[in-house]
């Protein structure tokens, strides 16, 4: 795996080599400008997300952000972006490092190069607890029910792959998939683990569906641009350190992701 | 005394204080009980009304929430739809704005499903679900009951199931079956700015229902919405279906009638259910909130199950703790008690003690004594008291005994030892003294406690009871002594000897190991009754020893009373009589032979008086047993026949002890008759003659007989003299006799003359007339010891026994020839004849027997020759002279 990342990111840089000036890589860039620009997605609950109570950012990559600029010396200065964003603001250089727990995807690894994971999650559905037809994870796969999944995550191409009997809908936005199944246009929608905290914590109506076994796994790591690789040694550097001293373990008690958190 | 008073009342008073608060810590438990049940009840009590009033309330608060949340919903609602056409108003015209506007408003509220515009005749325009669009929708009847196209106001029809209307039906009152698992509400309105629409919103039910809290704090509470009509909109309770109409009427008409409130109603379980209820105050609906009672209560019921447990553990426990307290105090009370009734004791053992008792402190001063002190000293307390000298009174042992005393005392806590001391009158009393240290915790001495025990009387009562333990011990009778039970507890070595058994053996077993089953039964029954009553038995057993031989035993039986007269048990006194037994058994078998032999039997004293006879005797001598009884043996004798006899027999006796021989004896009729007698001597053990015993049997036949043949050998028939034989024995006898006695015998033939001529004569019978006359004439003529004897035809002889002279054998030779020479009558006859006689004398003649008669034949030849009627003296002998030897004098 790790060997076909490399490979892949060797491809992607040696296809964008141009667009970064050839006469300052980004580490010391970052390291000469003093700023690390961080893309951030704010609705990533319990991982990168903007209260909108408080404006605060919070959440475990907000926090090993913070450790990082903190490791290299710089300012930090996070940029808003989304999973359907993601890759046009990586390679546009809006950010150096895409840190919201990002799915380790092929369609991504095409374009993106990826960290050693932190954190790993199944696939998971959330319903609303009155709803009277899905009780189990395989209530969900029956004819005459609607599932949504949001626009461009990596749930919509394994939902289409897998589903079988159920209709499946794919709202733009995180947001109007929850909508759907609030108004009942939808039984349950498909999301992961950190965005099932938000739910169960933040609403009274949600109601989780887990798979009784592994459904499909999916690792989450931070996505950078290829063909860095000294950028990128410093950030798997970076991993191997929070990994090793707790730091990562730390901040994923903090947000109660201990059970996704990826500590090998 | 006092001092026992003091005791009593101080226990008296203790037991009263312990029942005292025994009865009130029973009491105060009770009131405990009593307390915390009414406590737990009333707490229970009010903690149902509690959870009911809490209820209610909740109930109220959360009726009127939800109504508040869906009118502003639908109040918001309205709003946006109001704004629809004002905020674009191309859209009243332009299909495509509508459709957007109408997206656009969906996307705001999120409970609603689907916004449709129907035209006028109820076709579908366009719908924000597609599918739904061209559909000819029925609604049904709206509330508010109005004009169906009243403009800008909200009317709502009766539930849906399905997600949409193109796949849902719209749910009637009577539909039976599962309720829906999806559905929705239709609201309608008409736009005042385009009236040919009628905009129909589908709600989703479940927004609302998701909205109500899962397990409120109050729990399990059941919205539900109703329209006015009694339509249930949506309920939060999963059976209910959308659609029915579960409300009565009267229910119904209280809600519109009140708008608010909570009623208690039976659903059609029978189960009372709590109901908030509260209208829209601009909307055809209202919101109901209900739950079970059961429901309410079951918290109640647990907490008040848990109160109950929590407080029947703690009663439990204060009960069992204050059970304890109390029963530990009733013990420690009782060993107060125990402890003060102890003193008590002490107390009385200290008065009434037998024994002598002081006590002295540490510095051995007397500080108390008891009465016993005063009876056996003499002294009084009060010249004891204080008196620095511990010891009694000086007694006949030295300082040195009492210095051993505290010197021992020093070492050890104790000393005892016999002591004498003296009694204030000055005699001596001897008895064991027991001293005792008595120390504190740590040791120190507080107190000394003497002891003393008078045993000069005991010192005689155990002499006594060692002379009587021994002479019971070397009793020559069986003692044992039994419980009242008869179980044997002592037995003495003679018992153990005549019955064969070791004490082990007999120790706790019962007499009747003894029982040989001889003994008669009523024997036993005839013990057990005296004795029972108390009384003394006496009797005999046939008992068995152990090795299986019968014994026979006198034995008295008596009962042993102690001081109290209560029974302590049985003493039994035996005498092995078995010897007398068989000795009394022989006596009487002797007695049975003496009684019936043939025998007679005859007993004298030591001095020869009768003590004694058998039947048999009587039979022989006719003396019946009263005649002879205490007379001498000798009156049986035939006169005195038997003197030579008697004196031979005595003589015999003496020596020999046994005695045979023959006694002539005459009965009491006269008769005569001749016994053979076997006479025993009994001694004494000092060899004292006790008794004669005379067995004899009557032979006076046999000795008849022998007399006769006895006559027929040495006599002669015609005459009754002598024969030839037994003269010749009588001559030896006399021979010897002479000889023993010093004495001459002379031996005189005679032979008659002028018999021959007789006998011609007169004839053989008158001759031999003349030969019986001339028989008794020589008898008459002789002395009694003399012996005739006739030897042939006319010849005599006679012996002349024990002569002291020839003088003497003159006289009686001169007497024998005159006593022939006169006539001799015969018949009428009378015939003379006279005698020749030739006499020779022993020893002047010391021929024998044979040679004498021969010498005295040949004198009287020399008579017959010297004329007849004359006698001559053997020329043997020399007459005046000593006797010369045979041969000489007649050679």
Redesign the interface.
């Known amino acids: 795996m790790g060997l076909a990342c490399l490979t892949l990111s060797a491809q992607a840089w040696a296809q964008s080599g141009t667009s970064t000036p050839a006469h300052e890589t980004r580490l010391q860039n970052i390291l000469s400008s003093e700023r690390l620009k961080v893309c951030i997605w704010p609705d990533y609950y319990s991982i990168s997300y903007r209260d909108p109570r408080s404006q605060q950012l919070s959440g475990i990559d907000i926090d090993l952000a913070h450790e990082l600029a903190q490791d290299l010396g710089v300012r930090l200065e996070f940029i808003d972006s989304s999973f359907a964003r993601l890759v046009s603001d990586i390679q546009g250089n809006r950010c150096d490092v895409a840190m919201f727990a990002i799915g380790i995807i092929p369609e991504r690894q095409e374009h993106l190069s990826f960290t050693q994971p932190h954190m790993v999650s199944d696939v998971l559905a959330i319903t609303?607890?009155?709803?009277?037809?899905i009780r189990s994870w395989d209530d969900l796969d029956q004819p005459g029910n609607?599932l949504a999944v949001a626009k461009g995550t990596l749930h919509e191409p394994l939902m289409r792959q897998r589903l079988q009997h159920a209709e499946l809908i794919a709202p733009d936005t995180p947001h109007?998939r929850e909508?759907e199944v609030?108004?009942?246009?939808a039984?349950a929608f498909i999301t992961d683990y950190p965005y099932t905290r938000r739910m169960l914590e933040t609403t009274?109506?949600a109601r989780l569906v887990e798979p009784e076994s592994t459904y499909h796994l999916t690792y989450y790591a931070w996505a950078l641009k290829p063909g860095e690789p000294e950028w990128h040694a410093r950030l798997e550097q970076f991993m191997q350190a929070i990994k090793r001293d707790g730091r990562l373990l730390k901040a994923a008690r903090k947000y109660r992701l201990e059970p996704a958190v990826v500590l090998e | 005394m006092s001092n026992s008073t003091l005791f009593h009342l101080a226990d008296t008073q203790q037991g009263r204080l312990a029942r005292g608060s025994v009865k009130l810590l029973i009491g105060l438990q009770v009131l405990l009980v009593v307390l915390v049940l009414a406590g737990v009840h009333l707490t229970s009590r009010h903690l149902r009304s509690v959870a009911l009033d809490n209820m209610r309330s909740h109930a109220q608060t959360q009726t009127l929430t939800k109504t508040d949340r869906l009118e502003q919903n639908l109040n918001l609602l309205h709003m946006h739809l109001r704004a629809l056409i004002t905020d674009h108003p191309e859209a009243a015209t332009d299909a495509k704005a509508l459709r957007n506007s109408l997206f656009g408003l969906?996307?705001k509220l999120?409970?609603?499903?689907?916004l449709t515009v129907l035209e006028a005749d109820g076709q579908v325009l366009l719908s924000t679900?597609e599918v739904n669009e061209g559909l000819l929708l029925d609604l049904g009847p709206l509330l508010p009951a109005v004009s169906p196209h009243t403009p800008d106001l909200l009317r709502f029809g009766a539930p849906w199931s399905g997600?949409d209307f193109a796949r849902g039906k719209r749910l009637s009152p009577d539909a039976a079956g599962e309720?829906p698992?999806?559905g929705?509400f239709p609201v309608t309105i008409v736009l005042p700015e385009a009236p040919q629409w009628t905009l129909v919103v589908a709600i989703?039910s479940?927004?609302f229902?998701?909205?109500a809290?899962?397990h409120g704090g109050t729990g399990h509470l059941a919205f539900r919405a109703f329209l006015d009509d009694g339509t249930l909109l949506f309920s939060?309770a999963?059976e209910d279906r959308p659609g029915s109409r579960t409300l009565t009427q009267g229910q119904r008409e209280d809600i519109h009638l009140h708008h608010v409130g909570v009623r208690s109603w039976e659903d059609a379980q029978g189960v009372l259910q709590l109901s908030a209820f509260r209208t829209a105050r601009n909307y055809p609906w209202f919101v109901q909130a209900q739950v079970s009672s059961d429901v309410i209560l079951a918290k109640w019921r647990e907490d008040t199950r848990q109160l109950w447990m929590i407080s029947g553990t703690t009663l439990f426990v204060m009960l069992l703790t204050s059970s304890l307290l109390t029963a530990r105090a009733r013990r420690s009370l009782r060993r107060e008690e125990r402890s003060l009734e102890q003193n008590r004791l002490a107390a009385s053992v200290f008065l009434y003690s037998s024994d002598l008792i002081i006590i002295a402190d540490s510095e051995k001063n007397i500080i108390a004594v008891n009465p016993a002190y005063e009876k056996i000293t003499g002294y009084s307390a009060q010249e004891a008291l204080g008196n620095k000298h511990w010891r009694i009174r000086p007694g006949t042992d030295g300082a040195s005994l009492y210095n051993n005393l505290w010197g021992r005392l020093e070492r050890e806590s104790s000393w005892q030892g016999e002591v004498t001391e003296q009694h204030k009158d000055g005699s001596l009393i001897t008895g064991w003294l027991q001293v005792n240290a008595i120390q504190d915790e740590a040791g120190r001495v507080i107190n000394y406690v003497g002891v003393f025990k008078d045993l000069s009387r005991l010192r005689e009562s155990e002499a006594t009871n060692r002379k009587l333990s021994l002479a019971i011990e070397q009793s020559p009778s069986s003692i044992v002594i039994t419980t009242p039970e008869a179980i044997i507890e002592y037995a003495n070595p003679r018992f153990l000897s005549s019955s064969g058994y070791s004490e082990e053996e007999v120790l706790g077993a019962n007499p009747r190991i003894l029982q040989s089953g001889q003994t008669p039964r009523s024997t036993y029954v005839d013990l057990w009754t005296r004795i029972s009553a108390g009384k003394v038995w006496h009797g005999e057993f046939i008992n068995r020893r152990k090795d299986g031989t019968i014994y026979y035993e006198r034995s008295t039986i008596s009962p042993v009373m102690d001081t109290k007269g209560r029974l302590t048990g049985y003493l039994g006194v035996k005498h092995d009589i078995t010897s007398e037994k068989e000795a009394e058994r022989n006596l009487r078998l002797a007695a049975s032979v003496i009684a019936n032999t043939a025998e007679c039997v005859l007993i004298c004293d030591a001095d020869g008086f009768i003590i004694e006879v058998n039947p048999a005797f009587t039979r022989l001598t006719g003396y019946s047993r009263e005649d002879v009884l205490g007379r001498p043996s000798s009156m049986l004798a035939a006169e005195n026949r038997n003197d030579e006899t008697r004196a031979a027999m005595y003589a015999t006796l003496k020596t020999e002890g046994v005695w045979q021989g023959e006694f002539w004896n005459r009965r009491k009729d006269g008769s005569l008759y001749v016994v053979s007698s076997s006479v025993n001597l009994l001694r004494d053990d000092d060899g004292h003659i006790t008794h004669y015993i005379s067995v004899f049997s009557d032979i006076t036949d046999i000795k008849q007989r022998q007399e006769s043949l006895q006559k027929q050998a040495h006599f002669d028939p015609l005459t009754g003299l002598a024969n030839r034989a037994l003269l010749q024995e009588r001559l030896e006898q006399a021979i010897v006799r002479a000889r023993r006695q010093n004495q001459w015998c002379a031996v005189c033939f005679m032979d008659l003359d002028g018999f021959k001529q007789v006998n011609d004569t007169l004839g053989h019978k008158a001759g031999d007339d003349l030969l019986i006359i001339i028989a008794q004439r020589l008898k008459n003529a002789v002395r009694g010891h003399d012996t005739v004897a006739r030897i042939g035809g006319d010849e005599f002889v006679i012996i002349l026994s024990s002569l002291g002279s020839m003088d003497e054998c003159d006289r009686v030779a001169t007497r024998i020839l005159q006593a022939l020479a006169a006539p001799v009558p015969l018949g009428r006859h009378e015939a003379c004849v006279t005698g020749s006689m030739g006499i020779t004398v022993y020893p002047l003649d010391s021929g024998n027997a044979e040679q004498l008669l021969r010498h005295a034949d040949h004198a009287m030849y020399q008579a017959k020759q010297s004329g007849r009627n004359r006698y001559v003296v053997s020329n043997k002998i020399q007459c005046d002279g000593p006797a010369q030897p045979e041969g000489e004098a007649s050679g």
């Open positions: 609303t607890r009155s709803n009277r037809t609607v109007a909508q609030l108004s009942g246009r039984d009274d109506w | 969906q996307s999120h409970y609603i499903r689907s679900q997600r309720p698992s999806i929705f989703n479940d927004y229902i998701n909205l809290p899962e939060t999963l």
